[in-house]
């Protein structure tokens, strides 16, 4: 395999919502969050031994699940040189050789522009953002200014199947976790980039026409085929929860 394994790790309502409403980023709280009852840790387990299988070297997100699209776009500074070398990936030798752990941020149009750098997350963790052509030139040299790497990939969106080989080829990142949301989902699942899938299913039904759900994509096309699921394990958590772990089978489409 010329890219990392890649496991998605998500909790859904019954429905497959991600979340109770739209435009809810990781740092938003609902209401409904306090009336829900705590999951258990039925999952750990499953999740320890994917971790010693394929030890990840890496979480990967998509920028809404940082960034709102209502949220106001920080200005930066205008780029007066030549935007041309910005568009080379940017990987500076000090963070390559500080970092075991990194938190990679697809972010093709530019949008998480706070400097946030991971850091503090834990020893040997940082950002990575995945962007393409079409990202400002001030928002690269902000990420330059501040030592953040970053891999171009793509004209108008990223181009995960190649930003993933570079991660593999470049940076010796051989496991993902795949953390969503539902855009990022939906584009590795019509990308064949998905692996294995472990869902925490909530006991709860949220419904609304609007409302993230695990995978939002492209309808499938009258000749495509969604991928098959191999159920590997079934378990039973407290409050209702059920955590569901499967394997991706090989596209029922491919010969």
Same mark, same amino acid.
């Given at each position: 395999?010329?890219?990392?394994?890649?496991?998605?790790?998500?909790?859904?309502?019954?429905?497959?919502?991600?979340?109770?409403? +739209?435009?809810?980023?990781?740092?938003?709280?609902?209401?409904?969050?306090?009336?829900?009852?705590? !999951?258990?840790?039925?999952?750990?387990? =499953?999740?320890? @031994?994917?971790?010693? %299988?394929?030890? +990840?070297?890496?979480?990967?997100?998509?920028?809404?699940?940082?960034?709102?699209?209502?949220?106001?776009?920080?200005?930066?500074? /205008?780029?007066?040189?030549?935007? &041309?070398?910005?568009?080379?990936?940017?990987?500076?030798?000090?963070?390559?050789?500080?970092?075991?752990?990194? %938190?990679?941020?697809?972010?093709?149009? $530019?949008?998480?522009?706070?400097?946030?750098?991971?850091? #503090?997350? $834990?020893?040997?963790? #940082?950002?990575?953002?995945?962007?393409?052509?079409?990202? /400002?030139?001030?928002?690269?040299?902000?990420?330059? &200014?501040?030592? =953040?790497?970053?891999?171009?990939?793509?004209?108008?969106?990223?181009?995960?199947? @190649?930003?993933?080989?570079?991660? &593999?080829?470049?940076? $010796?990142?051989?496991?993902?976790?795949?953390?969503?949301?539902?855009?990022?989902? $939906?584009?590795?699942?019509?990308?064949?980039?998905?692996?294995? =899938?472990?869902?925490?299913?909530?006991?709860?039904? =949220?419904?609304?026409?609007?409302?993230?759900?695990?995978?939002?994509? @492209?309808?499938? !096309?009258?000749?495509?085929?969604?991928?098959?699921?191999?159920?590997?394990? *079934?378990?039973? !958590?407290?409050?209702?929860?059920?955590?569901? #772990?499967?394997?991706?089978?090989?596209?029922?489409? *491919?010969?």
């Amino acid at each position: 395999m010329d890219r990392p394994y890649v496991i998605m790790m998500i909790g859904a309502s019954i429905d497959g919502r991600i979340t109770y409403g +739209p435009g809810l980023t990781m740092f938003h709280r609902h209401p409904a969050d306090d009336a829900r009852p705590d !999951g258990g840790k039925a999952g750990e387990a =499953i999740v320890a @031994a994917i971790e010693a %299988a394929w030890p +990840p070297q890496g979480d990967i997100y998509g920028s809404a699940t940082l960034v709102s699209e209502s949220d106001p776009l920080r200005e930066l500074p /205008a780029w007066e040189g030549d935007p &041309r070398p910005l568009y080379e990936d940017f990987l500076p030798d000090e963070v390559l050789q500080a970092t075991t752990d990194w %938190a990679v941020l697809v972010d093709g149009r $530019g949008r998480f522009r706070n400097g946030y750098k991971c850091t #503090h997350d $834990g020893p040997g963790r #940082h950002i990575l953002h995945l962007t393409s052509r079409s990202a /400002a030139p001030e928002y690269l040299a902000f990420l330059r &200014r501040e030592r =953040i790497p970053y891999l171009v990939d793509g004209q108008e969106h990223v181009d995960l199947p @190649a930003a993933l080989r570079k991660l &593999r080829g470049t940076l $010796g990142v051989e496991c993902l976790k795949l953390m969503g949301g539902g855009t990022l989902n $939906g584009v590795m699942l019509r990308a064949g980039l998905i692996d294995e =899938i472990l869902l925490d299913l909530w006991p709860t039904l =949220i419904g609304g026409r609007s409302t993230p759900t695990v995978a939002d994509c @492209a309808d499938l !096309g009258p000749e495509e085929f969604p991928p098959l699921l191999e159920l590997l394990s *079934v378990t039973p !958590g407290e409050n209702g929860h059920l955590l569901l #772990h499967y394997r991706v089978k090989k596209d029922p489409s *491919v010969g």
